[in-house]
């Protein structure tokens, strides 16, 4: 037998340990204390959490709602007091903190709760605290007592002041509420600022005898001593609305408009007796206190607070929910444009906001005007964040083709980099507008420097002449494109006022692609055409099919141009006829030297350089596009690594030039390496 004794006693305490423990979990003393939380018989619900010894009710976003319970429910008819009816004395005490945005505004205060439920699932936020919400704000049903600690002034429930304490019973419009703060010994009323971001203290004790409810408020430093007198002392029979055996304890507190944080850094609680005084040396006030460091001080001038609260934040309010549902409208029209355009997101250039071109370039003001064509305007702008300077210019509706096609080609065109290309750096498409932008190019275009006389001094040499023309020039830039590129890009438009020229005059050839758009523009296409007749080649103009012979042929044209500064169309001011500048160029070899037809402003050049770039630009616009080199010969012809042939004279042209009318067969001029591809065919 004295061998089984161990055995019984063992098996005894098993049994009985665990009963033990859970005795002293389930509080059946009506008392319980927390000198910081540690998350233990504690429930948090919705944005609640405990962190750092801390119980955090919101976390600092709007609209949001935070509960927390003392995890056991209470005993309020206590067999204490046998066969009555009326609940239990209670007194509870807790240290509070409210961290918001604003010296002057904050989110929706907190309160302690006293509810016949934890769940608190239908409550609403702002200023329902998230205890109630509309249609049962008042109901008797509610079972619920709270003592708010108020930070806005809610008009709806008659609150007296945006930094109140009130006693709630099933309704949030309080029965008694007073302005915070805490009277001293002598009778002196100190008002206390519930959102300072100091922790303070709060006491609410309730006696069942007198059926009295009193709250009291205290700066945390004070509170060992609680002030004699209550801030609010109410005749209450809280029997009417506690009287069932299960009453939750807790807190809860609500955010608004305003992002701001709500804390409880310890709680005491007793039922029919006085709450145990906390450890105030446990709290987490160093915590508190950190984070109330962080917020950074701004200025919210107190005489406007009111008005923001009643005024403005409705306005806000509405002005939000507006654009909210502008924006959504917005927003599915242009997933609609965009998903359409899926690919193009992928590998396309940058777009840009029309709001960042409008700041770039003041509104498009004439003063950042660079130039009209027949295509739009060139506006000089400085990008908003990266404060690149660019030109960006503005096609007009008429000369715009369809979408689809136009971002094929930005596509195509944001991939093009070359030295001698000007730089497509992104692009906007707004309303009926189409926005590039560009590289700006400081030193403007080759045509102002050939005929505008202001130029004077700035009169380029021929040197100069001779690079922006060859290897690092619009000749290799057109290299690049015709067979340089994966892919046949026909620029369309090559004259001197698409050659840029940037800080160091380089030239760069601008533009390229986009004179299809004006193939669609009636009045664009005039224009255009008007302007640039001389660079057309015949077989353009009669077949209207731009290849990589017409762009070759208007290349031509430009070398002459920019050796004898003549535009390709003039006018002789004796007889007052046009005349084409081949023609003079061609009368000038004619009748023994080519090189009559320079520019007399230039003094000195190479007559070599000369005669071949003369020669050269007759051959490249040579009326019959099968006698036209490729770009690879005419780099070729350039570095002088391969003469001219020998049997290109000026006979031969004018043989041909009197026949171009007869062309029919227009076929493509031939460079064994790529076929002519239209940039609007794509790949
Ligand atoms: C409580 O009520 C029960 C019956 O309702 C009664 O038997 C009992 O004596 C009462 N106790 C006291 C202390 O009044
Ligand atoms: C409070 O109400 C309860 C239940 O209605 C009642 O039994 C009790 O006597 C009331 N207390 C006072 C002090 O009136
Ligand atoms: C109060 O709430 C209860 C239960 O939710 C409901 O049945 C009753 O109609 C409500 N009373 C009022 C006046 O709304
Ligand atoms: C409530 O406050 C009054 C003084 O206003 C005091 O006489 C009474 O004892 C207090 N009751 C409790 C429960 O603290
Ligand atoms: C109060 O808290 C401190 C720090 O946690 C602890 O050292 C001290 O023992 C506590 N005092 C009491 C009376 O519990
Ligand atoms: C070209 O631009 C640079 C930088 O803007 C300037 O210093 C230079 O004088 C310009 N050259 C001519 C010929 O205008
Ligand atoms: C201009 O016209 C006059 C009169 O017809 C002619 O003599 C002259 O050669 C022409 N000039 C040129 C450059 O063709």
Not at 252 to 281: I, P, R
Request: negative net charge; hydrophobic residues 40%; contains cysteine.
């Amino acid at each position: 037998m004295n061998m089984h004794q161990p055995c019984f006693l063992q098996y005894l305490l098993l049994i009985l340990v665990p009963l033990l423990l859970s005795a002293s979990a389930y509080d059946r003393s009506g008392e319980f204390i927390f000198d910081g939380f540690s998350g233990n018989d504690l429930i948090t619900m919705d944005a609640a959490s405990v962190t750092n010894g801390l119980l955090s009710l919101t976390s600092g976003q709007k609209e949001l709602r935070g509960h927390a319970f003392y995890a056991f429910p209470l005993d309020f008819t206590s067999a204490a007091v046998p066969n009555s009816s009326a609940v239990l004395s209670f007194s509870t005490t807790f240290v509070f903190a409210i961290i918001g945005p604003y010296d002057d505004l904050s989110g929706h205060g907190l309160a302690f709760v006293l509810s016949s439920t934890n769940d608190l699932f239908t409550a609403l936020p702002s200023q329902y605290l998230g205890l109630l919400n509309s249609w049962n704000d008042g109901n008797s049903s509610n079972h619920l007592l709270a003592i708010e600690l108020d930070t806005i002034q809610s008009t709806q429930f008659n609150d007296i002041n945006d930094n109140h304490i009130g006693i709630d019973i099933n309704s949030l419009s309080s029965v008694a509420s007073h302005t915070a703060g805490y009277y001293t010994s002598n009778g002196e009323f100190h008002p206390l600022k519930l959102i300072s971001r100091k922790p303070m203290q709060v006491w609410v004790d309730y006696d069942s005898n007198h059926i009295m409810l009193n709250v009291t408020i205290a700066p945390y430093f004070m509170s060992s001593t609680k002030p004699s007198r209550p801030l609010l002392s109410t005749i209450f029979n809280l029997s009417s609305i506690l009287p069932t055996a299960t009453v939750y304890a807790g807190f809860s507190s609500a955010t608004g408009t305003l992002n701001c944080k709500h804390y409880v850094l310890g709680w005491s609680f007793k039922l029919n007796g006085e709450a145990a005084s906390l450890n105030y040396s446990a709290l987490s006030v160093k915590t508190i206190q950190e984070l109330a460091q962080q917020v950074p001080t701004s200025d919210h001038p107190g005489s406007y607070k009111v008005l923001i609260c009643k005024i403005l934040l409705p306005i806000v309010a509405i002005f939000v929910l507006v654009s909210a549902v502008l924006v959504k409208v917005h927003m599915k029209r242009r997933s609609q444009e965009r998903a359409e355009l899926d690919w193009q997101r992928e590998y396309g250039p940058p777009s840009f906001t029309y709001k960042e071109l409008l700041a770039a370039t003041h509104g498009f003001k004439d003063k950042m005007l660079l130039g009209r064509g027949g295509f739009g305007s060139v506006y000089k702008g400085v990008m908003p964040i990266s404060k690149q300077i660019a030109a960006i210019k503005r096609v007009s509706p008429e000369s715009r083709q369809g979408m689809r096609e136009f971002m094929a080609e930005i596509t195509i065109l944001g991939h093009l980099r070359h030295r001698n290309l000007v730089q497509l750096i992104g692009y906007c498409s707004h309303k009926q507008h189409l926005l590039l932008v560009y590289d700006y190019m400081p030193n403007g275009s080759l045509d102002c420097y050939l005929h505008t006389q202001d130029h004077g001094n700035t009169n380029l040499c021929w040197a100069q002449r001779f690079h922006i023309i060859k290897g690092i020039g619009i000749a290799s830039g057109l290299f690049y494109l015709h067979e340089d590129w994966e892919q046949v890009v026909i620029h369309r438009d090559i004259k001197t006022s698409n050659v840029l020229l940037d800080s160091e005059m380089n030239a760069r050839l601008g533009d390229f692609g986009l004179a299809r758009s004006h193939d669609h523009g009636a009045d664009a296409h005039t224009t255009h055409v008007a302007g640039t007749y001389g660079y057309i080649a015949p077989e353009l103009a009669r077949l209207g099919k731009a290849t990589k012979a017409t762009d070759i042929f208007a290349f031509g044209v430009l070398m002459m141009e920019v050796t004898c500064a003549i535009r390709p169309i003039w006018v002789n001011t004796t007889d007052g006829e046009p005349l084409a500048l081949a023609d003079w160029v061609l009368a000038a070899w004619q009748g023994g030297s080519i090189t009559d037809a320079v520019d007399p402003r230039l003094d000195s050049y190479v007559d070599e350089e000369i005669e071949l770039v003369l020669k050269l630009g007759l051959l490249c616009s040579h009326p019959s596009p099968n006698a036209r080199p490729c770009m690879r010969l005419v780099m070729q012809y350039l570095q002088s690594d391969t003469p001219l042939p020998s049997d290109f004279q000026p006979n031969s042209l004018l043989s041909i030039g009197v026949i171009q009318d007869e062309m029919h067969d227009q076929r493509a001029m031939s460079c064994p390496s790529a076929a002519i591809t239209d940039l609007s065919k794509g790949r």
